[in-house]
């Protein structure tokens, strides 16, 4: 329940700060990306008594595929035009390998892949010059992580969304413009998410997942 209202009050704090934010802005954008991402091995940790190493695969083709879209607002009105805050939502995903249940006896399912589902907001900072068209831009921000919990173990079966905890973003990029309206980018995004969530038998699994994607996408801008 806590969790749940937690969640309620950053997306109801957004949606404030971004309905606030085109008196603020005259450069307001919207992003969708896709890409490759990985995630290096993490430790495990549950409340009874397991410990292992996980190691993650991103299978960012398979389905559901790594996916993420984002809100950006530069704001020129204040003076900055080169300074803006953006809304990332990004799907995602770590499945647990083979050799990772060879560890774990009586383990046969471990993975977050209807989702690690990161939403961020982020401060970006882009290094603008007249008459060119491609930018380079980076970026530092903070949210939740929202897994889709799935374990499958002697004991039970744990299989749904939880909000897990904390993610640090960060991202490094360039964008081209194909048109006023138009632009293309690729990008690094990486986040390092605490996950803390609820499985099976009243116990508690947690463990910290670094996701590396390189993004390749859209913009449109008004």
């Excluded at 209807?114 to 290094?127: E, H, K, P, S």
Aim: proline content about 5%.
């Amino acid at each position: 329940m806590r969790s749940t209202a937690r969640l309620a009050a950053l997306l109801c704090a957004s949606t404030l700060i971004f309905t606030a934010a085109p008196a603020l802005s005259e450069d307001l954008q919207f992003s969708v990306y896709g890409g490759y991402q990985t995630a290096p091995h993490s430790g495990v940790t549950t409340s009874d008594g397991t410990h292992f190493t996980a190691g993650w695969e991103g299978k960012s083709f398979a389905s559901p595929p790594y996916y993420g879209g984002r809100a950006t607002w530069w704001l020129q009105s204040l003076g900055e035009p080169d300074l803006g805050l953006s809304i990332d939502f990004s799907h995602a995903k770590v499945y647990a390998g083979g050799d990772t249940f060879a560890k774990t006896p009586g383990w046969t399912h471990f993975e977050f892949t209807d989702g690690l589902n990161l939403l961020t907001v982020n401060a970006l900072y882009r290094f603008t010059e007249p008459g060119r068209a491609w930018t380079p831009y980076v970026g530092l921000g903070a949210g939740i992580n929202i897994p889709h919990v799935e374990v499958t173990r002697p004991s039970g079966r744990t299989f749904g969304y939880q909000v897990g905890g904390a993610t640090l973003q960060a991202q490094a990029g360039v964008s081209y413009a194909i048109t006023d309206n138009w632009s293309v980018f690729t990008e690094y995004k990486g986040n390092y998410s605490w996950v803390n969530v609820d499985i099976d038998s009243g116990a508690k699994l947690k463990t910290n997942v670094l996701t590396n994607a390189v993004n390749v996408g859209v913009s449109y801008h008004f």
